[in-house]
């Protein structure tokens, strides 16, 4: 296995010569001020931003992707009515500039293109230069929402310099972001650099909101949709303190925000949820039931304040927002944080043993069933991820899911860890010395940080566990690693109907992908191919989420030797495709202790499975 992919990109004209170099402009440090008026009316967030300095003119940009979303979004095309003036109000040429950047990148051993579109606004000089412009912002269930990189124009040579944002909104509507104001009440925020600014989302107008008080910090959660109605809302409140509390005292009793926002959009189920992080906030696509699986994403995605949002490798952030981010640790960052959520909620009392069992059998099952496993191991899901969907990435993995290898990973290195040092060392110590590396903006970790803290605890068999674990495909050994901890992993053979796919939509996805093929369906069906039909009718709901369910409900139904019609979206075409179920078997699993473990591995697996007293 590889650990760097070869690609190059290639910039081409289309329509309007090809730009080489961005105007220089002398670093200034100066604020770049940001105005939004919200018109609930129009449908629309009318932006103004002035920009100080700029005797040379400025080059601007939008985010073609935003962090935690690996996955290009071409959020240029939202942009509407883009003007420029000087400070008497004068009219200033604009130039539009759109780029395609192509990348070659290999396949199954040939070689693949995708295109990347880059717009760019040139502006001509002014001693100051103030743009404005329109994004799309419709009014659902009475609020608003919108998130930074889709909505805030940067200047390709200001990101670093500071940002206020003042936020204009209709008489009597709130205003909730993670961003400070800078006096209570004035509705004007800061941000030390532009990727503050875009990694603090806003919500507003009618919504339902609660707050409670962690280690001595306001916490806000806002909901908003008609479903929020139906939710239990001190059970969700208990359910985001007690994590807010969790986590930071596994932090040493340290958060790393000011205040909090859990933004959620409440939708009409049961249970589940999905998320996206930012620095002092999250937003979440929430079940109103808040079950069980809802509250691992609220764990998982407050566990991002520090793993990602902080702990992170050095290419996520500063960002280059003209193109993905390559990182072969996004397994730590997603898979190992998604394994503290259900480790700590264990550990600190919410679950129990047979909860904490039966997440271990989910993402194991979840990574088997994948044929990609014997392929690709959690390095190559993470530094590959921008290849995935015909080039334009995604955000769960290349080819495999990063959240499902990353949390096993996690798992067996913790238990191996423990194994090697007979209990000395666990991984929180490698999660520990990361957090002091990274912390209070220091720069990210280089690559290889966490092979070296895993020897720097374990010595070098630590270092060959990760080589096992991480840079091979299938080199778990999950058997033999529960077994240090007394445990065994118990197979049953399952006849069951193969539809020859995979398929599924994250947070923020506009359409359910295809994320894996068998032997039987390749040449037919296409890695990243949008399924919008099956059977003649198309998937039902306004959401990917609902879309999902919508196939899914079609899936279970499956007969062996009965085709199934799919409508699929390819390279912006609509395609039909005819699948064949056909009868197969596979293995189901179960965690449980062993009867004949060692004192050894008792003690082990006790130690891993302690909880502990905790009062939030």
């Given at each position: ?10 910039g081409?004209?289309?329509g309007?010569?090809f730009v080489v170099a ?8 100066a604020e770049?001020?940001y105005t939004v008026e ?6 629309v ?12 003119g400025c ?6 992707w935003g962090p935690?979303?690996y ?17 008497d ?25 995708a ?5 760019t ?10 743009i404005q ?7 659902s ?17 200001r ?13 009597g509507?709130?205003i ?8 209570p009440?004035s509705?004007?925020?800061t ?7 875009a990694?603090?989302?806003v919500?507003?107008g009618d ?6 008080i ?7 959660i806002?909901m908003?949709?008609a ?14 303190k ?9 932090f ?8 909090y ?8 189920s049961?249970d589940?949820?999905?998320?996206l992080?930012h620095?002092s906030?999250t937003?979440?696509s929430l ?6 699986r ?12 520090w ?10 952030g500063?960002?280059d927002y ?11 960052l ?16 919410w679950?129990d043993?047979a909860s904490y069992f039966?997440?271990?059998?989910s993402?194991?099952?979840?990574v088997?069933?994948?044929p990609a496993?014997?392929?690709i ?7 590959r ?6 080039g334009r990435?995604?955000?769960n993995g290349?080819?495999i899911?990063?959240?499902n290898?990353?949390?096993l990973a996690?798992?067996?290195?913790d ?13 929180d110590?490698v999660e520990?010395?990361?957090w002091?590396?990274c912390r209070?903006?220091k720069p990210g970790?280089?690559e290889?940080?966490i092979?070296?803290?895993?020897v ?5 068999p630590m270092?060959l566990?990760y080589?096992?674990?991480v840079?091979w495909?299938d ?10 901890a007394?445990?065994?992993?118990v197979?049953k053979?399952?006849?069951?109907v193969e ?9 923020g ?9 068998t032997a ?13 039909g ?7 709901g306004d959401?990917v989420?609902a879309?999902?369910?919508s196939?899914a409900?079609?899936?279970r ?15 912006g075409?609509t395609v039909n ?6 009868s ?5 699993y179960?965690?449980q ?10 003690a ?11 009062k939030?």
């Amino acid at each position: 296995m590889r650990s760097k992919k070869q690609f190059h990109w290639i910039g081409i004209k289309l329509g309007v010569p090809f730009v080489v170099a961005a105007a220089s402009i002398a670093a200034s440090q100066a604020e770049v001020k940001y105005t939004v008026e919200v018109k609930p009316d129009a449908g629309v967030l009318h932006v103004t931003m002035q920009i100080p300095q700029t005797s040379n003119g400025c080059m601007l940009q939008l985010p073609n992707w935003g962090p935690g979303g690996y996955r290009l979004n071409d959020n240029f095309t939202r942009v509407q009515h883009l003007v420029a003036t000087d400070p008497d109000g004068k009219a200033l040429k604009v130039d539009t500039k759109v780029e395609i950047l192509e990348k070659r990148y290999e396949e199954s051993g040939s070689y693949k293109t995708a295109s990347n579109r880059l717009c760019t606004w040139i502006v001509a000089p002014a001693a100051e230069t103030t743009i404005q412009y329109d994004v799309p912002s419709l009014l659902s269930d009475g609020s608003i929402h919108w998130g930074g990189p889709a909505t805030y124009i940067y200047e390709t040579s200001r990101l670093r310099d500071k940002c206020q944002l003042d936020i204009k909104v209709p008489k009597g509507w709130p205003i909730y972001t993670g961003l400070n104001e800078t006096k209570p009440g004035s509705h004007s925020y800061t941000a030390k650099t532009y990727d503050v600014l875009a990694d603090n989302p806003v919500s507003t107008g009618d919504l339902t909101v609660d707050s409670y008080i962690s280690r001595g910090k306001k916490h806000w959660i806002v909901m908003r949709g008609a479903p929020r109605a139906k939710v239990d809302r001190a059970k969700l409140l208990k359910a985001c303190k007690f994590v807010s509390d969790m986590e930071t005292d596994f932090f040493g009793d340290r958060a790393p925000y000011d205040h909090y926002v859990w933004h959620f959009a409440v939708n009409n189920s049961a249970d589940g949820a999905g998320g996206l992080e930012h620095l002092s906030s999250t937003e979440i696509s929430l079940a109103q039931g808040v079950g069980p699986r809802a509250v691992d994403v609220l764990a998982h995605e407050f566990f991002h304040l520090w793993n990602v949002k902080r702990i992170r490798s050095k290419v996520l952030g500063p960002f280059d927002y003209t193109k993905l981010p390559q990182s072969g640790a996004i397994w730590w960052l997603e898979g190992v944080t998604d394994y503290y959520a259900y480790n700590l909620l264990h550990r600190y009392g919410w679950t129990d043993d047979a909860s904490y069992f039966d997440t271990i059998v989910s993402n194991l099952t979840i990574v088997r069933r994948n044929p990609a496993h014997t392929q690709i191991g959690p390095n190559e899901a993470s530094m590959r991820v921008d290849e995935d969907s015909n080039g334009r990435g995604n955000s769960n993995g290349y080819h495999i899911s990063y959240y499902n290898l990353g949390w096993l990973a996690g798992m067996c290195l913790d238990i191996e860890m423990r194994y090697q040092t007979k209990g000395k060392h666990t991984l929180d110590d490698v999660e520990q010395a990361l957090w002091n590396i990274c912390r209070d903006d220091k720069p990210g970790f280089e690559e290889e940080e966490i092979r070296n803290q895993l020897v720097k605890f374990g010595g070098k068999p630590m270092g060959l566990a990760y080589d096992r674990i991480v840079m091979w495909a299938d080199g778990m050994q999950i058997e033999q690693t529960l077994a240090k901890a007394g445990l065994e992993l118990v197979a049953k053979p399952q006849p069951f109907v193969e539809v020859g796919f995979t398929y599924g939509g994250g947070f923020g996805a506009t359409a359910v992908k295809v994320t894996s093929v068998t032997a039987a369906v390749s040449g037919k069906l296409e890695l990243g191919d949008s399924i919008v039909g099956v059977n003649g009718v198309d998937l039902e709901g306004d959401n990917v989420r609902a879309m999902t369910a919508s196939l899914a409900r079609e899936m279970r139904g499956a007969v062996a030797g009965k085709p199934i019609k799919l409508a699929v979206i390819r390279a912006g075409k609509t395609v039909n495709v005819e699948v064949v179920p056909y009868s197969a078997s596979r293995d189901t699993y179960a965690v449980q202790r062993m009867k004949n473990a060692t004192p050894d591995q008792q003690a082990l697996g006790t130690a891993w499975l302690a909880t502990k007293k905790f009062k939030p």
